[in-house]
């Protein structure tokens, strides 16, 4: 089995806890996120998945200090595609009605593992419940590569692993994403030090909201902020080029994932 995870985390959030002594003041702020984000995003999916006949499951995996990390099993690329625009979407919702006048943003990442080998579920019995209820954790070198990409995330846009962005331009649907390949960079213990594609994701037909200081500090929000989709060629030849690596320098084989239904 294949999982999605989507990790949304909030930008700013040190200094804007460190701005109240009492704590009340900032408390409110994150109860509301924990709460309502996942609602928000669960009615998303659901109008993603209007016309499909069912709606698939995002459950909330764990929360990590001001992140949440969401878990889904698409069973198609299509379905995947729609799970993140409903979280890219549900990051700008959220943003317009409880951060517009906070100084707080939200920025997401989504990566894949893999649970045919390399990576393995753990249930927790000392976390467990009754009645079924079941903690489960997920441990392996797939997940290890995803909270290093979030080290790529920045606000208003989704970065993904090479792997996700791999199946969202095999999509049927992939026309609805847009995809820019910023660059790379070395992700500390993955990849034997390869320079990572930092790939960032929006709607198709929107542009990045980054706000003027954001491009002054950061070089690739500045050249994100200037440039149009990239080609598919492009994301391609990023994929390829690292799958070439691994296999020609390190012996390791790391093709396209199959998910569910996608053969």
Known sequence: MVRLFLSVDMAGSTQFKARFTDGGSWLDTFRTFFTNFPLMLAGQIGFAFLDEGETPSV??????????????????????????????????AYEER???????RLKGTAWLADFGGRNIEL???????????RA????GPDLDLGFRVTKFAR???????????????????????????????????????RPYPIIWMLEAGTDFNFMPWEIEQCPHMAKAATMPPSPVSDIERAIGNMRLYLRKMHGVDRPRLKLGNSG
């Open 59 to 92: 459950e909330v995996w764990k929360v990590m200090g001001d992140e949440v990390i969401f878990v889904a099993s698409p069973e198609r690329p299509e379905a995947l595609v729609n799970m993140l625009l409903a979280l890219f979407r549900t990051m700008n």
């Open 155 to 193: 606000p208003a846009c989704l970065a993904l692993s090479f792997d996700v962005a791999d199946l969202v331009i095999a999509a049927d649907n992939a026309g609805e994403a847009a995809l820019h390949l910023i660059g790379a960079e070395e992700l500390k213990g993955v990849m034997f030090g």
């Open 98 to 104: 409880y951060l517009e006048d906070l100084p707080l």
């Open 136 to 139: 489960i954790d997920f441990i």
């Open 123 to 133: 249930e927790i019995p000392e976390l467990s419940g009754g009645e079924g209820v």
